[in-house]
């Protein structure tokens, strides 16, 4: 049987192009090789080599050429020095430390000493890519291949016999790059690293947050529109995610999302887009429940806060009242001696807008941002859509470098190249530079909000980095798990955390209070309880998101997490504890710290209700006509009856029916009736959670 040049040099161990030489040397036919090595042509290599099979059947080698050892030797010094390279990266990285865009240390074509091409080619290639590679037109090649009786397109796959018959024509040899197989934490990062005199300040970007109403979006628009320069009225309207404006000849960028859930989502995928958090309070209405929540998020960040008192120009406005409140939330103004910056506004009257964008400026020159502008651009997706006419489009931040059309990009699980760009003007541009946002065409698939975006120098790098980030992502839901009450004290010892974050939320203000000062008191010497939000309503995902990035775990006194909290938090390993009675409460917390916690009983969660019409029986008392919104419920199931996320009552069911008949069991998406044993105020709207509990056996250890 025939092998092919490549296996044979291979085997050998020595490059094509001296093997070839070799061949040649030996006057074996000058076009057998094209098609294959015969077996008598591979024999008389051999002798020449003085190579003779041993007993394993490995060939040795006696004699090699001298050019192609000292090759060999230099390569692996490469690689050698990008290993060393590689770990010390490994060590500074962060979420996707695992990949090395190795690109750059790979020519694809080498000039060697006698004027021979090298054409490395890790797998198969188009009849197009090979033409480029060679440096002729594709039309050329096209017809080359058309007189030699082979009718390919510029689409089509180049065999390789052909390929390499072609290489020869034009005084090139192709080299078979066997694909390096990407191990964790080994061989691929994408960070790269910054030298200190390449970093140069660059502009901040602010997320706006703070309560429903408040004037997020208000003070996002007036501060636009008061800072769009002569001639760009037209392409103001962009929205694409953030924008920029120019204050005193410096920017300023600005999140286009406001609020504290999109700021802690991305902070869940590993993104952090934000420096400085305005928190927008409105001075008639003062601190109310999701400004508290706002302020947790954006402490958990670490990111300076400047409040923003909104609405003065409201009669009832009360600014002082404002301050009051939140010093009691530990935000102290910086008049009062504290340090938090402190600016009234009026959003609709455009009163003080300055005065918010200059104490921004302020903000960020302590803050000493900086980045290199030099570099290959970085950047986060904080949009994306797929557009039916141009396909997916990224809106994207760029954090490092500066990034190009025709870039090579990668983010998250999709890749491309990047076909065009536009700025939040609307124009399109050749590219954008550091803390600029940008609309991007180009990928392949959608990238999700928060995925990184990367530009690497060499598709097929690209396309396996993405693989790689997929196998990534794929274990990594597999293996998520935050910190629970029972794997406490373990969890505590191993990663030597000295305090135990809690997400509080209870029925009312006054039971908020009361656990809070519970639960303070069980701090040990070892391990502190840090309770990081405490706010009354039921539990809803952005507490799960703010657990999830500050690995807490989240208390709820007679209240119940939504139906996508509890989704949310199955998902992301977080647990939720709930309970009616605080000394459960502070019990567990208090035997999880020293290691006591043993579990009794598991709760298993069934379903959910939403009761739809309310009935009154003579004789039988309430009966609800319900819609199982998911999950089901059993007749002998336990249940409690949720009002907006507070538990009302909790006990068994009195009847559950499906039409007039008995049911054992109703499903998701199916109607009933039920009844509530020893319980009439039922009311539309309410929801009845149905869950099983199950005893745990202790063992003897
Ligand atoms: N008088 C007065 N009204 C304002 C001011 N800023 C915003 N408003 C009004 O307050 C209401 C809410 O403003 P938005 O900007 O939509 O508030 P938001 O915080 O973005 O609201 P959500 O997106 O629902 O969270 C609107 O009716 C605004 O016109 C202000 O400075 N003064």
Redesign the pocket.
């Known amino acids: 049987m025939k092998k092919r040049v490549h296996e044979v040099a291979k085997e050998y161990n020595m490059s094509n192009k001296d093997f070839l030489d070799l061949v040649h040397e030996l006057g074996i036919d000058a076009n057998s090789h094209l098609c294959g090595l015969e077996d008598s042509d591979i024999e008389r290599i051999a002798k020449h080599l003085g190579t003779e099979e041993d007993s394993s059947g490995d060939k040795k080698k006696k004699k090699k050429k001298k050019r192609s050892k000292g090759a060999k030797e230099s390569k692996k010094e490469t690689s050698k020095e990008t290993k060393e390279k590689t770990s010390h990266k490994k060590k500074k990285g962060r979420r996707s430390d695992f990949i090395v865009n190795k690109a750059e240390e790979v020519e694809e074509v080498v000039i060697e000493e006698d004027g021979l091409k090298v054409i490395k080619l890790a797998g198969e290639i188009t009849l197009g890519d090979f033409a480029t590679k060679l440096k002729i037109s594709s039309t050329e090649l096209i017809k080359k291949l058309f007189l030699k009786g082979q009718m390919l397109t510029i689409n089509s796959t180049l065999p390789m016999e052909i390929a390499e018959e072609i290489a020869e024509e034009y005084d090139a040899i192709i080299e078979i790059e066997e694909p390096e197989e990407l191990e964790f934490g080994e061989k691929f990062a994408l960070e790269i690293e910054d030298k200190e005199e390449e970093l140069q300040e660059r502009p901040p970007v602010i997320t706006i947050m703070?309560?429903?109403?408040?004037?997020?979006?208000?003070?996002?628009?007036?501060i636009r529109a008061a800072n769009v320069a002569d001639g760009e009225a037209g392409g103001i309207t962009q929205k694409i995610g953030a924008y920029q404006i120019t204050k005193n000849g410096q920017k300023i960028t600005f999140v286009d999302t406001?609020?504290h859930e999109a700021f802690t989502d991305m902070r869940a995928r590993g993104a952090q887009v934000t420096d400085i958090a305005i928190l927008?309070v409105?001075a008639d209405d003062g601190v109310m429940p999701q400004t508290v929540e706002a302020l947790a998020h954006a402490k958990s960040a670490n990111v300076p806060i400047i409040i923003a008192v909104?609405?003065?120009?409201?009669p009832e406005a009360d600014p002082s009242r404002v301050k009051n409140e939140l010093m009691e939330h530990g935000i102290v103004p910086v008049e009062w001696g504290g340090d938090v910056e402190f600016v009234e506004?009026?959003?609709?009257?455009r009163?003080n807008l300055d005065g918010l964008l200059e104490t921004i400026l302020l903000t960020s020159e302590i803050l000493e941002l900086r980045a290199n502008p030099k570099k290959r651009a970085k950047g986060i997706v904080l949009e994306s859509r797929l557009d039916p006419k141009v396909g997916p489009i990224a809106d994207v931040l760029i954090q490092e470098g500066e990034l190009k059309v025709g870039d090579i990009i990668v983010a998250g699980e999709a890749n491309g190249r990047v076909r065009a760009l536009i700025n939040d003007k609307g124009d399109r541009v050749d590219n954008i530079g550091l803390s600029q946002p940008t609309e991007i065409i180009g990928f392949n698939a959608v990238p999700g909000a928060g995925d990184v975006v990367y530009v690497i120098q060499n598709e097929q790098h690209a396309k396996r980095i993405v693989e790689e980030m997929a196998r990534e992502r794929k274990m990594a839901t597999t293996a998520k798990k935050s910190i629970t009450l029972e794997s406490l004290s373990q969890t505590l010892e191993e990663a030597a955390i000295k305090e135990l974050n809690i997400i509080l939320r209870a029925d009312s203000k006054g039971s908020v209070e009361a656990l809070k000062d519970s639960l303070n008191k069980i701090s040990t010497d070892e391990v502190a309880v840090n309770i990081i939000q405490a706010a009354s309503g039921a539990i809803t995902e952005s507490d799960v998101r703010l657990a999830e990035v500050s690995n807490a775990i989240i208390i709820g006194f007679h209240v119940r997490p939504t139906t996508k909290a509890l989704k949310d938090a199955e998902a992301a390993g977080v647990e939720i504890r709930t309970s009616s009675i605080i000394y459960h409460i502070t019990e567990d917390i208090e035997k999880a710290l020293t290691g006591m916690l043993e579990p009794e009983f598991k709760e298993i969660y069934l379903g959910r209700i939403e009761i739809k019409k309310v009935f009154n029986i003579t004789g039988f008392g309430k009966v609800a006509g319900c819609f199982v919104v998911d999950g089901k419920v059993k007749n002998d199931s336990n249940i409690r009856l949720l009002r907006n996320g507070v538990v009302v009552y909790e006990g068994a069911l009195s009847t559950l029916k499906r039409y007039k008949d008995d049911a054992k069991e109703v499903v998701a998406g199916q109607e009933c009736g039920l009844g509530i044993k020893n319980f009439n105020d039922i009311k539309e709207g309410d929801i009845v959670e149905a869950f099983d509990v199950q005893e745990i056996k202790r063992t003897l250890r």
């Open positions: 703070g309560h429903v109403d408040h004037g997020k979006t208000s003070l996002l628009d007036a406001p609020g927008v409105a909104n609405k003065i120009d409201k506004v009026s959003a609709k009257q009163i």
